[in-house]
């Protein structure tokens, strides 16, 4: 991991003598409040992370900040005079505050109403206790550590153990994991595409364990890449695929504007982007997912002959390269004919970009399904510690939380600076069509 991490074995008695010094420093910090009062203001909005200020003066800044917080509310500590507030001390108390990866114990003032309503506690909480107190960044800075690769079983030895420091224990971490992926999962699924031209989609599917979980990824006309969408369920699954299709729909990704899909070669997958939408957008079969097709079929010692004619294949016209394909399958049938016979399926599909008349920069990129592939290398590193897969709602949490890392990494795709030659091919097939159909209806 990138970041570095300070192990520190606790020992309690070093903490018990330091605990004066600390009280006394946090005295001399809320006396003297203009040291520490802009910070004030920007716990309270939660816009301070508690670590910066650990790191710099330590939990003693923290319990000033406390205690100026409490006297917004109740004054200032008068001993022996009686206050014409509402709000009153009330002693001291334990608290803890939540660190982005643990938890602070610390020492704040406990506040109370001097008159309250029967069945009211009467208890006042403190403005920027409450929001050191907040769960959602400690969720969100845990899922980043598992992302990284830290397990639940390891995370504690990668904590800053900090004296007077509580542990955040392996449940925990499971739970704030799940929390912080569902809300992810949600922002993933619910975003909206009606204002993102999308020019390419890509869809392939991934397994964990035993389940299966198809992903989306777009490219937009400036050639970045976007994480569409997913769907628990495998490619071959008609009802899934049709599933996922219809939800990119209904979250503003037009079935009326032509786009080029590359897939792994599912025929149910081909079915659902023609029931969903429309026979007319151009698909390319993954070319990669062909050779290991055939290449399953054949020898090892075939192997290396049929990858050097297949590339060579692809850099050709789209009917010269059918030409030869179909030439080198008709040479396997004599021997293998279960790889001339794979060779032949959607023979055609695999050409589409070569018809589109794309360079061989942007046809390197769109040929294959790399584009999202690389991408489901980057959730098997994250996942890889993972061995029990519960259900599939738990593939989807990683699935979705996997790929939001991997795509902070995402670049724009090889030769974008030519797809403006796709968009041009796209919209003359949708020309041609409306063409089509008004001379029908004339």
């Not at 990668?158 to 922002?187: H, Y």
């Not at 690389?374 to 990683?398: F, I, P, Q």
Request: glycine content about 6%; aromatic content about 4%.
């Amino acid at each position: 991991m990138s970041e570095r991490y300070q192990i520190v074995s606790p020992d309690g008695s070093d903490a018990t003598s330091a605990l004066p010094e600390s009280k006394q420093l946090a005295e001399l910090l809320s006396k003297d409040g203009q040291l520490i009062l802009p910070l004030l203001d920007l716990v309270e909005q939660a816009q301070c992370a508690i670590d910066d200020l650990v790191d710099v003066m330590g939990r003693a800044t923290i319990e000033a900040v406390l205690q100026m917080s409490a006297e917004q509310l109740a004054g200032p500590r008068q001993q022996g005079k009686k206050s014409d507030r509402e709000v009153v001390y009330h002693g001291s108390q334990p608290g803890r505050v939540k660190l982005q990866e643990r938890q602070l114990k610390v020492t704040k003032p406990r506040l109370r109403k001097k008159r309250c309503e029967e069945h009211e506690s009467g208890e006042v909480e403190i403005p920027a206790y409450a929001a050191m107190h907040d769960d959602t960044r400690l969720a969100d800075r845990m899922l980043h550590i598992l992302m990284r690769g830290v397990s639940t079983r390891n995370y504690a030895e990668v904590l800053p153990e900090m004296a007077e420091t509580v542990g955040v224990s392996k449940s925990q971490v499971s739970r704030e994991f799940i929390d912080a992926g569902e809300r992810l999962l949600k922002e993933l699924t619910e975003r909206d595409f009606s204002e993102t031209r999308l020019l390419v989609i890509d869809i392939d599917g991934l397994q964990f364990g035993p389940y299966h979980v198809i992903c989306a990824v777009g490219v937009d006309e400036t050639g970045h890449k976007h994480v569409l969408g997913f769907r628990e369920g495998a490619t071959e699954n008609a009802e899934v695929a049709v599933a996922l299709l219809q939800d990119l729909v209904a979250r503003g990704i037009s079935p009326f504007q032509k786009r080029l899909f590359v897939i792994d070669g599912s025929k149910a997958l081909r079915k659902a982007i023609e029931q969903v939408f429309g026979g007319q957008n151009p698909v390319q079969r993954c070319r990669n997912h062909k050779m290991r097709n055939v290449l399953g079929h054949l020898p090892k010692e075939q192997h290396e002959q049929a990858r050097s004619t297949l590339k060579a294949a692809f850099k050709l016209d789209a009917a010269e390269g059918m030409a030869k394909l179909e030439q080198y399958a008709s040479w396997l049938e004599r021997e293998w004919p279960s790889a001339a016979t794979s060779l032949r399926e959607g023979l055609a599909e695999l050409f589409t970009i070569n018809r589109l008349g794309l360079p061989s920069k942007l046809r390197r990129c769109l040929g294959t399904t790399n584009l999202i592939d690389n991408g489901h290398s980057a959730v098997r590193e994250r996942t890889r510690r993972v061995k029990h897969w519960r259900n599939g709602t738990m593939a989807l949490r990683w699935a979705a939380a996997a790929f939001e890392a991997a795509s902070r990494n995402f670049r724009r795709i090889m030769g974008h600076e030519h797809l403006w030659m796709l968009k041009a091919a796209l919209d003359e097939t949708s020309r041609d069509q409306r063409l089509a159909q008004e001379t029908v209806a004339s």
